[in-house]
């Protein structure tokens, strides 16, 4: 389903074609948004250093310090005052190097001032590009700027670069940031499987594992990859496509225990019940009357621990997966890189309103390529995991699934080390002087 | 104070030699002790391939399915069946690759009769060595198991393999196990950080961290190690050591989030409340009334919530420190080894009732060698966090404690890798054939 949808993108040709006044170089701007990831620096990376290279087209890139934040209080980062190793150095430096934000823009009917507030920071600062590099939302407000700008009549070009752990993002074949999620994950739970397996004769039997992933299960699939033909592993996922069954998965538990002497169960955090409410979410109150936070998986520990009498243990990865740079997948730091690199290519052959995209060419060998989206059409789209990736009995994934995921973990990226700790950059992030008298209320 | 208990250590000469019969060739039988690390296989390497290379005085090495209960139900693994290949992976991969078990021996006059099973098994598979690698408990097991030999007067030399994530061995300077998990804590701590950093503005502002430790900071302690003089991170130390005063936390925490615009907290397991009480033993039941298993984590992250109206997010690593082998340090992995050859090693110098040990020579550059301990100085020993390795204030380490942890996490030692997944190996683990007739009941 993904590869189709990625095909379709590559042959269409739909977006509006704004040519940038060539005569004077305008100064792009670039901002993170949203939850970041072991790799959005190294779209970041893309960017400047393609920027770098064509200094004669495209002028200094401006980062939003704290992402669109940043633009719309005019507090702008000038990348040109970092050294050319300090920006090769994001390639493996995970978070957003400028800082991100959970800032969504409203709609125009709802917030035009935002907006306008926007072009006036792009003007005052000569601004002609815009790469804002995240999520869906992001697509979103990527795609509207594009539309303001041709309403407000100042040209600028707005592309958007992937980035998402969900891997949610329709058209591209896969999101940068979730390979290396998939990696951590399935790493991790085949690590955890082994200790699990040495221990269970006497000792823990069920291993839980919490991952990230409200809406889709494409985080939670990559569990199952712990196990393979030369590595079997029984592993039990609980994807939240799948309504929880109790009882169903406490049989299917009690099986593999008493097949393989153990169980290793990767859930995701938005698994919901039949009452269509979040496991994690069990109104816990401690010993004081407080409501207490939850996790899904201490929830699916203790029905392991009150239905079958086993002994579990359970972890929740939280921000280690997302953040985890030193397990990073290649094919995914070098799909992030291209997608900056990418973003700037098409703004200088004058494209607007697109997405770069991956295009799977074939699985074995992997081969992709560089493809391209209209916004129109990313904007406000979520894909979610196609049927038949999961498995029948909903606790798995199917061989078509297997075959997309394994070539997004492929390859190791190891960051420098020094005295035994991983060298990730923080950079100078010094302000660009502020142009403009009034000031933005957020 | 390690420091200085390893040298005395390598001074003493204190253990009794016993020869054992150099006519003819013993057999050996070596067993993973207690929770398992990234490392113990890299243990079971050093002395395979170490007897391996002494076939003319060492005959072969069987191991114990599931530890000592291995040997007490004579379930032996024939380790001569392994190829020379698998046992060379044994060095990269994570858990026990026989299987360990949480099992402890009670004392000689409260359980005679599964010491007695031990020599008669042991007898009866030509068993002149015993090789047992784990933590306090199993070093008391082996110390017993060397008494016994004397007073049935059947000649075994019992040799402990140190092995603990704790790192609360006396004598050696430190315990293979825990330099990965360090490593694993440091560099998780350090790229979570990196993440809420990041993500402060708008969200996220407090990352929690639950790490293991029920007795000894040792683990939490190298959550300090995030932060350098390169990348300055704030991070506050939950030590099982110091009890929790919630409202000293708090202040901490606020000031930091007001300084740094975020924080990271990294809690030990173990910490406790002035009460006495698990901080992750709040009695919390389900909206059903069950009790519901906690954490620390979740917990402290709570507290931050409701006592400062921080958004936070939490993380409990559990198994996933212990097996991450993606990450292990090369320290750790080496000494590792080095235990394990050199367990082989005294046992054909005639020691008995030993433990090799790691003696520190020097922090800059560091250098180490291997020592020796004799059992009667280690059993029921517990080296706690010294006190002038904690911060004044309860909630960091000191400049002594940082140049102890470094060299541990020091050097990366990556496993091989197949279609982006680590290659662990998984042994065929060929059963010896049983030669009792009397089946003993555990």
Redesign the interface.
Known sequence: MAKKAAKKTVKKKTTRKTTAKKAEVKNAFYA?SG??T?VINASACGVIETARKNKGKIGKVYAGR??I?GALTEDLIDTSKESAAAIRALRH?????F?????KLKSLEENRREYERLIEVFEAHNIGYFFYNGGGDSADTCHKISQLSKSMNYPIQAIHVPKTVDNDLPITDNCPGFGSVA?YI???T???S???????????KV?V?EVMGRHAGWIAAAGA??S?K??EIPVVILFPEVPFDQAKFLKRVDDLVKKHGYCSVVVSEGVKGPDGKFLSD??????FG?A????A???V??MI??GLGLKY????????Q??????A?K?DVDQAYAMGKAAVQFALKGENAIMPTIVRKSNKPYKWAVGKAPLSKVANVEKMMPKNYISKDGFGITTACRNYL?PL????D?PP????????V?LKNVAVPKKLKNKFEL
């Open positions: 993170q939850g970041v072991a704290n992402g934040i430096t995970p978070s957003g190097a800082g991100s934000c959970r800032y990696k399935a790493v991790s085949r690590e955890a082994f200790d699990v397996a040495s221990m269970a004769k006497t000792s823990t291993f594992l990859l712990a393979d030369d590595t069990q109104g816990l109150v401690d010993a407080h207490q936070l939850g996790g998986a201490p929830v520990a203790n621990k009150d243990h359970w972890g929740v990865a939280d921000y280690l997302r953040a985890a740079r030193h397990i997948s094919t394994t973990i492929k390859g190791e190891y080390y020094k005295d035994g700790m991983p060298k990730y923080r």
